[in-house]
């Protein structure tokens, strides 16, 4: 063999163990991609769920219930609004539907504006007015034959007025009231004792006043409302233990008032 053949020889030798070494090399480059690869999907993925865990909103906090199972209502607004008495004939002698939403929910009644006019006119324009806006309702009697509930104060002291008083409509001659009715509260005045605020009659109730208590609506829906407020009973250093502010609170978050079509 010529001294070229055996270079030649070298050389091929030399080439195939290069061939072998770089196919090891590529391979083990190959490799490390990969694993390169996973191991950044991994941080991305790590990163990705840590985000997404991080940016997941908190589950919302349950509400607190009161003691009738409502909604905390929320704080008075306390409304410094003073209106002018409209005029009765606002009401139309129509029969018109309102809406009270409350923190318990929504309590319907059917106002009569043919017995009462005036009332009626009242609580529509009290209602247009957003005066009861978030007003808790202060006044609870649970006792024998003196079951209410009154609301209509919008600061829930119960010693607010609209700035105007009107007089008794539509009272009962022999002072009984049956449950579902609607009536205006007052003060002693009989003449312009009447303002914004009323009592949902939600069982007997005698009142003997000669001059009566105005009667200007009936409850169709929600009374059950009234009697889970009413089953909670009313707080310790009110007017008896029978009368009083409600253990569980209630409030009227807003009103609502149109007209009954025929």
């Not at 053949?5 to 480059?29: F, G, I, L, S």
């Not at 694993?35 to 589950?59: Q, R, W």
């Not at 003449?191 to 200007?216: C, H, R, S």
């Not at 233990?241 to 009227?252: D, K, L, Q, W």
Request: aromatic share 6%.
């Amino acid at each position: 063999m010529t001294k070229k053949q055996e270079r030649d020889r070298a050389r091929r030798r030399w080439e195939k163990q290069q061939a072998k070494v770089t196919t090891r090399a590529e391979k083990r480059a190959r490799t490390l991609r990969i694993v390169a690869v996973v191991a950044t999907i991994a941080i991305v993925g790590a990163l990705v769920g840590g985000l997404a865990f991080a940016l997941k909103p908190e589950a919302p906090a349950t509400p607190q219930k009161t003691a009738a199972g409502c909604e905390q209502p929320p704080q008075p607004l306390g409304t410094s609004a003073k209106l002018d008495l409209p005029d009765k004939a606002t009401a139309k002698g129509a029969t018109w539907t309102t809406t009270l939403t409350t923190n318990c929910g929504d309590i319907v009644i059917d106002l009569d504006g043919a017995k009462a006019p005036q009332a009626v006119a009242s609580f529509i324009q009290l209602a247009r007015a957003d005066y009861w806006l978030n007003s808790p309702c202060h006044r609870l009697g649970i006792g024998e034959g003196f079951k209410l509930l009154q609301c209509g104060s919008p600061s829930g002291a119960g010693d607010d007025s609209p700035g105007y008083g009107f007089g008794v409509e539509n009272a009962p001659k022999d002072g009984k009231y049956a449950r579902g009715q609607l009536a205006m509260a007052r003060t002693q005045d009989p003449k312009a004792g009447n303002g914004g605020q009323f009592f949902i009659i939600n069982g007997p109730t005698e009142l003997p006043d000669p001059n009566g208590y105005t009667i200007f609506g009936t409850v169709t829906k929600g009374l059950d409302i009234v009697d889970k407020v009413a089953a909670a009973g009313v707080q310790a250093g009110g007017e008896s233990e029978t009368v009083g502010a409600p253990n569980a609170p209630i409030s009227i978050l807003r009103v609502a008032v149109t007209e009954k079509k025929a």
